[in-house]
């Protein structure tokens, strides 16, 4: 699945040169959707959350780097931190869900987990945020030159320690109408999304409730999720190239400044501002109302499962997860920083039914390659101590 994923994305973000995502073709949108599965096998270590737990061997530990080096080196071509950032954002939240749910044992005094803890530290704040303001200073150009030329580039700012030293500077002394600048570290800004509520609400005092362009934009991005020809044949009049190619970011800053040349540079909103712009105070009630059905279909991917304590001979009850949505457990969390209400409404309406269809269709996929490659050899399972009742 994984690999999969890191195809779909060398496709769409180097091979079709498309700096922020696809729109184009169906079949481009479909090798677009697969681009989450790239981070599945960062959950091989988290086993006991939907299924048998195992050990993480060496062998595994060590193929795990080489994946993670292979995502750092196209997260650097792609010119984007998220591409890098989202998989280990993954990974922490699926450890945090296991510590809540008992799953693991809070450890984070020993020697092990200090060694870690600096480690993980040093890098975060020194060589990978300077990767990070490479990244930036060099992101002019990602759109004009080859990604081989890209990465090059990327490592010669990289080693240029002044630049990097003079860009934090000017970041956090210059003004500007547009500044994402919290956080020192360029990384950890990524998760400092306090920033897009604030700048978006600043944006949204500046023009009335209700503004009929923002509600006309909301309403056509909601619909752009609908494929093509349903469109047509509801007779729905809007060129939905152009609307997915601008963030609701863009939009309400080109709508308060006048700068039509910002559209398309996909700065990052929030559904606070856009909310308020689009539908007044009522995009809390659209809110409210929305995540309660988010919630229920997110459940869906649990299972309770009743299992017999053989020295107590007691039952008691385990919770598991299904697979795909640990996958998308990240997603999950996004919906608190999500530009516009109207995310939700694009979830109910396809993103959860494609999440569950493309799951089904590469679980059985890769589960078949499995099998060739092994010559469908029967598997050896431990026989488990206790037995679950369903």
Known sequence: MGFIGLAATFYVYLYALTATKTVGTATDKFIEALVPFSYAPYFIPFTKLYGEAKPLSKRTALLLTAYTIAIFAI????????????????????YA??????????????????????TSFWLFTGPVADIGTAMVLVRQQRNDIPYSELVSLTLEAFH??????LYRMAESSEKQDWDEHYLNNIFIARFSNLKYNDTSLLLSSKISEYDPDVFDFTINHFLANL?????NLLGVNFDKRSVNQVSFGDYLFSKVYAKPQALGSFFTGHFAGTGMAAFG???????????????????????????????TAAFHTKLRFSFCGLLFLTPIFQFFPAESVEKIGAFLLRGWLQMIILYFVLYHLTYFLDKALTGFAPSRRVKPQSQPIY
């Open 75 to 94: 997260s650097i071509a792609r010119n984007s931190r998220g591409t890098f950032m989202i998989g280990f954002a993954s990974l922490a939240f699926a």
């Open 97 to 118: 869900l296991g510590l809540l749910l008992g799953y693991y044992k809070a450890r984070f005094f020993t020697l092990r987990y200090l060694f870690i803890a600096l």
């Open 281 to 311: 105070w009522w995009y809390l009630a659209i809110l409210g109302v929305g995540i309660i059905p988010v919630y229920f279909l997110y459940d869906k991917l649990t299972i309770q499962t009743r299992a017999l304590h053989q020295p």
């Open 160 to 165: 240029d320690k002044e630049s990097i030293r």
């Open 227 to 231: 494929p093509s020809p349903v469109l």
